[in-house]
């Protein structure tokens, strides 16, 4: 009895502890944003370790700016996607993706400055793929969701052919069915018949 309530107690505790890693993490968000005030307005920042030029942007400053301005929604939507609960937590990918494709083009105009190819006109013709795929999976999610809830047996319908998009309701499909296992039976009857004569 006690080893169980010291499981709980340590699996309780690991949950507070990462909680509360979380919870200083979301609180501490805004302060992530506003660090883009550190770094100097000019268009080069030389430090012990690298030299930074920003050539689309010309100002550090403002380079941080867009890029904090991304990563910290990133951020966010990460963690909300890692501890979100909700059959369609896959959908907050959609948004995710979008943020980080931004964050690449920002990086990659600042670093290369290439003018003729601005990646962020086609965003959505690169992003709709990996909408479609998300949204499918989500669709999936509902449809087994409803089924548990409402106990609808896929597998029964797949194997009558019945098409969600039938004008045919449940009732006349079970007439429809009674009729043919009825016309079934008239069927070997007037083969048995004939089978006789």
Not at 82 to 98: A, R
Not at 109 to 137: E, H, R, W
Not at 161 to 181: A, G, T
Request: some cysteine; hydrophobic content about 45%; overall charge negative.
């Amino acid at each position: 009895m006690r080893s169980r309530k010291q499981l709980s107690t340590e699996d309780s505790s690991k949950f507070l502890l990462l909680g509360s890693i979380i919870a200083i993490c979301i609180a501490f968000s805004p302060y992530l944003f506003y660090l883009y005030e550190i770094f100097p307005s000019g268009k080069v920042w030389e430090n012990s370790f690298f030299v930074y030029e920003s050539k689309y942007y010309e100002s550090v400053n403002v380079a941080v700016w867009t890029y904090l301005g991304k990563i910290t929604p990133l951020f966010l939507l990460l963690i909300w996607f890692f501890t979100c609960k909700h059959w369609w937590y896959h959908v907050i990918l959609v948004p995710t993706i979008m943020y980080g494709y931004q964050l690449i083009v920002a990086f990659y105009q600042d670093a290369y400055m290439d003018q003729s190819i601005f990646l962020d006109t086609n965003g959505l013709l690169y992003l709709a793929p990996f909408f479609i795929v998300i949204l499918s999976i989500v669709y999936l999610i509902r449809i087994r969701v409803f089924d548990r809830i409402y106990g609808i047996d896929l597998s029964e319908i797949e194997r009558e052919n019945i098409s969600p998009f039938s004008p045919f309701s449940d009732k006349e499909y079970q007439e429809i069915k009674e009729f043919r296992e009825e016309a079934d039976v008239e069927d070997n009857i007037q083969e048995e018949y004939y089978v006789k004569l």
